[in-house]
């Protein structure tokens, strides 16, 4: 059985609804359904050959967008049902969060974003929303997925006040500074549970990051230690248990300093929270600072590392490449993608925008092949060739 929902989770009762109203699902609950559109989603599929931060195909034991999109759907769960929030929302907005991402990580993401300067910018997280409101084609009545409000809301995690006032009733928290649900802010804190961990993980393994780095976090050299009573010699089973122990820590004051600051301010419904000045769903002070801690550590052991700065500049100019090529002839996109320019609803920027964030590391690879004439898709570590 599950526990009762707290009065100011996100509840069918108070959701805003979809664009186009649907009857209600027979067998499953409204935002159950909602998680179900996205896992069968094209987007969803595609998160398994995008980049994280190990270039996908590096080697096949890193993560994926995928796979981080699974722990930080796993990490929410488990907080939601520990706080009494709604467990199929939270678990919808963690598979979701990052659908609107671009090939080769976040190297993909500020290529487009300076390719689209003059216009409008590119940003994952409303490319995210861009894909459930309209970019997924799959339903005979609309387009998108027609996903509930509080769906929407939750992935829209941030965004310019200047493009909020374009976005109607999604845009309005971010014009007058308000929250979203307790149930999307505590996804925006599951995925920075998820990454630190898993890129520590990933670091390891891939030794650009050191133990002697980790252990400078003191959670983690004290986790190490625990891990360590048995008297064995360290090894990688000490590794991963001192990983899971530290995240489990995490997830565990993030669930009583939660549920302290909630039960503080007793909001009474989803709107109270959304009023709420700050966000509720937080690691206490000791925990944001350890959190901070390990951010810095990933930053320098593992975000700057030479051969991850390498692989991101080549990427960057991979995407960008990629632009001007379908910006300078338009006859180079597929017919798909030129009718969406012909029909003349958005500029060609966009259209071409679109087209290479939905793409995979592999696909853009093959495409760049087509258009700009190289052969990255059949070398090994390209990034690595040349100057
Ligand atoms: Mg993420």
């Known amino acids: 059985m599950r526990p009762a929902l707290r ?3 996100v509840d069918i009762a108070q959701s805003r609804g979809r664009r186009h109203p649907e009857p209600a699902p027979a067998t ?12 069968h989603s094209s987007a969803f599929r595609r998160l398994e050959y995008k980049t994280q931060v190990f270039v996908n195909h590096e080697g096949d034991m890193f993560r994926t967008r995928l796979t981080h999109s699974l722990e930080v759907a796993q990490i929410a ?17 963690a598979l979701a969060h990052d ?11 500020h290529a487009l974003n300076a390719c689209l ?23 005979p009545d609309f387009d998108g997925l027609n996903l509930l409000f509080e769906t929407r ?27 979203p649900s307790l149930e999307a802010q505590l996804v925006n804190l599951a995925d920075e549970i998820a990454y630190n961990h898993h ?35 360290r090894d990688k089973r000490q590794t991963y248990t001192a990983i899971r122990h530290m995240l489990g820590a995490f997830v565990d004051d993030l669930i009583a300093a939660s549920a302290a600051r909630v039960e503080a301010h007793a909001p009474r419904t989803v709107d109270e929270v959304r009023a709420s000045a700050t966000p509720l769903i937080d690691f206490s002070a000791p925990w944001r600072a350890a959190h901070v801690q390990l ?27 990629l632009f001007a090529a379908f910006d300078a002839d338009l006859s180079r996109l597929p017919p798909a993608q030129r009718a969406r320019v012909e029909d003349g609803q958005l500029a060609s920027s966009r259209v071409i925008a679109d087209y290479i964030a939905g793409m995979t590391d592999r696909y853009a690879l093959a495409e760049h092949g087509r258009v700009c004439g190289s052969d990255y898709a059949h070398t090994a570590r390209p990034w690595l060739q040349g100057s």
Do not use: M
Not at 99 to 109: D, E, I, M, V
Not at 117 to 137: K, T
Not at 226 to 231: D, L, V
């Open 153 to 179: 809301e939750g992935i829209l995690k941030h965004c310019t006040p200047a493009r909020a006032a374009t976005l109607g009733e999604l845009g309005v928290r971010f014009v007058r500074n308000q929250q």
């Open 99 to 109: 659908l609107g991402h671009t090939p080769f990580g976040h190297a993909g993401q």
């Open 295 to 321: 951010k810095r550590i990933l930053h320098h052991g593992l975000y700057v590392d030479p051969t991850v700065v390498r692989f991101s500049a080549w990427a960057k100019r991979i995407v960008r490449e």
């Open 199 to 233: 890129d520590i993980d990933d670091g390891l393994r891939s030794r650009i990051l050191t133990l002697d780095q980790v252990c400078e976090h003191d959670g983690f050299r004290a986790a190490l230690e625990r891990a360590g009573s048995s008297g064995k010699p």
């Open 77 to 93: 769960r488990s907080v939601a049902r520990a706080l009494g929030l709604n467990e199929d929302l939270t678990e919808a907005i």
């Open 28 to 39: 499953r609950n409204e935002f159950a359904r909602d998680r179900d559109r996205i896992i």
């Open 7 to 9: 009065p100011c989770a």
């Open 117 to 139: 300067a003059a216009s409008g910018g590119f940003e994952h997280n409303l490319q995210s929303l861009r894909v459930v409101d309209e970019l997924e084609q799959r339903y």
